[in-house]
């Protein structure tokens, strides 16, 4: 029972590095999405996805590129990393898109640091 | 675009007493869900509860209760006979027809011995 597995749980990056942070479920859920939590502002949706090669932005988007190729997997990528997205990055995953009860299943979260 | 606003930052209670953390939120539509999540130290995000709109009744988990008040547009959690284990932010989160899940700040819920 994996449920929704991201990797890494830590990273430190220097300012203009790139990186993917990797996401996988295996409960063949068709929504996944990006979330970042900073002290005092909840999570902020970044991206989303409602299926294999269907994705659109979020609330938060700029600076974030994401994909999905398969079911499975939903990578972030941050092409060229700035202070600023020093966060606590989290990873969700849902059965459907379009049942309003359905619950979201979160990765245990990436602590990313931009020095 | 809908808000959700958790107007208490952080929140105390002692052990085996009860505390209410509040949340309101703001939407046009008629349908929608109310979730309650908690983020213990941990980091994992785990569902406490969930309310459908369109239901009176207010939904209860064990010792974890809601009082949803959809003209008030408020929807607090209410917690019973605390729990060290209960320590934990709480976001209040939101999901209407677009599908989307938006949180609010949250909550930090400190259970003292």
């Known amino acids: 029972n994996a449920g929704v597995t991201q990797t890494p749980k830590f990273q430190v990056l220097k300012t203009g590095q790139s990186m993917t942070l990797q996401c996988a479920q295996d409960?063949?859920?068709?929504?996944m999405s990006w979330y970042r939590q900073d002290p005092g502002m909840g999570l902020r949706l970044i991206h989303y996805s409602v299926g294999a090669g269907i994705t659109d932005q979020g609330e938060v988007p700029n600076g974030y590129n994401v994909s999905r190729s398969t079911t499975e997997d939903f990578p972030l990528r941050l092409l060229s990393a700035a202070p600023s997205q020093t966060s606590v990055y989290f990873c969700a995953s849902s059965k459907t898109p379009r049942a309003m009860n359905t619950e979201a299943f979160f990765g245990q979260g990436t602590r990313l640091t931009v020095v | 675009a809908q808000t959700v606003t958790q107007s208490q930052p952080e929140m105390s209670v002692q052990e085996a007493e009860t505390v209410t953390l509040s949340c309101t939120y703001d939407?046009?539509?008629?349908?929608?869900?109310l979730f309650w999540y908690k983020q213990p130290p941990s980091r994992q995000m785990i569902l406490v509860i969930r309310?459908?709109?369109?239901?009176?009744q207010n939904a209860t988990e064990n010792r974890f209760s809601v009082n949803f008040q959809k003209a008030a547009k408020s929807f607090s959690l209410k917690i019973s006979d605390s729990q060290l284990g209960d320590t934990a932010m709480y976001f209040c989160a939101f999901r209407g027809s677009n599908y989307k899940l938006t949180f609010g700040k949250g909550t930090l819920l400190t259970v003292n011995p």
């Open positions: 939407t046009s539509e008629n349908n929608y869900y």
């Open positions: 309310q459908e709109a369109y239901k009176q």
């Open positions: 409960m063949n859920h068709e929504y």
